[in-house]
DNA sequence: CTGAATCCGGTCCGATACTG
DNA sequence: CAGTATCGGACCGGATTCAG
């Protein structure tokens, strides 16, 4: 029917598994997807994949963020393990920031969704335009 | 240094490119992670992922989510094609919606995102609990 | 250079009531 | 059964200003 239907299955029964649990507290799963769909998280999480980058020079790569966003995702990104902040003692400052290991292992699963969404957006384009000329 | 290391080289490379690009317009990678960290689309996308459902029988399986928000995330998942909806015209009307294709291709990614999820949760927990107590 | 603090508009989204 | 319409609070996030 479609490729990888055999490993998607799989996928919706490990998922069936996971909402079945009565689920004390807030589904962990939702509480992640909630970050990556945070506006700025995945794209701070790309861009230091590249490698270690100081604040300014995050905030030169990624242009568009504000002072407030950036400096505030970044102690999300920090609170939750995905990325170590290391501080220089000069003058004057300067602040490190880099993936660990936990945040480099997230590369893959965010890669395959971009991937995904590179290949799908052509479809999705011409769906939405269909659907808005219909209605 | 971790799993998976050259493969997420690879996405590295390919993220680099596609920032590149001058992007005329906003970008659609975001676009598309927008709707990934939209609370409700996923939630039902993985629920559509078993098969057909009706209306009700989606808001039974969702609790949580209003009949408003059911009823917006699934306008907004038909027009971007994920999700194809059919209308029998019976007495009381009854109506099915099911994943399209482009729906199911989307299994396996957020499949191996919910997957670091779930797997990762302890680490990002026990990051946080240590992270709150030192501030 | 690396933030923190404040103000404020826009948007999301839940609750409620109503319709065919 | 499958929606639509409206109200209102909460929160996200941008702009600006101040600080170590």
Redesign the interface.
Known sequence: ?????D??A???A???D??ATPAAGPC????????????WS??LV?TL??GPRRFNQLHREVPDISQKMLTQTLRDL?????VARQVFDTKPPSVEYRLT??G???????????????K??P??????TH??QVS
């Open positions: 029917m479609f490729e990888g239907q490993t998607a799989i996928y919706v490990r998922w069936a996971a909402v962990p799963v939702r509480d992640v997807l909630d970050k990556i769909g945070d506006k995945m794209l790309m994949a590249a920090q609170r939750d393990g995905l290991d936990l480099q292992s997230l590369i893959v699963p965010i890669g395959t969704l971009i991937e995904w969404a590179n799908s957006i479809r999705i384009e011409a769906s939405r659907f808005d």
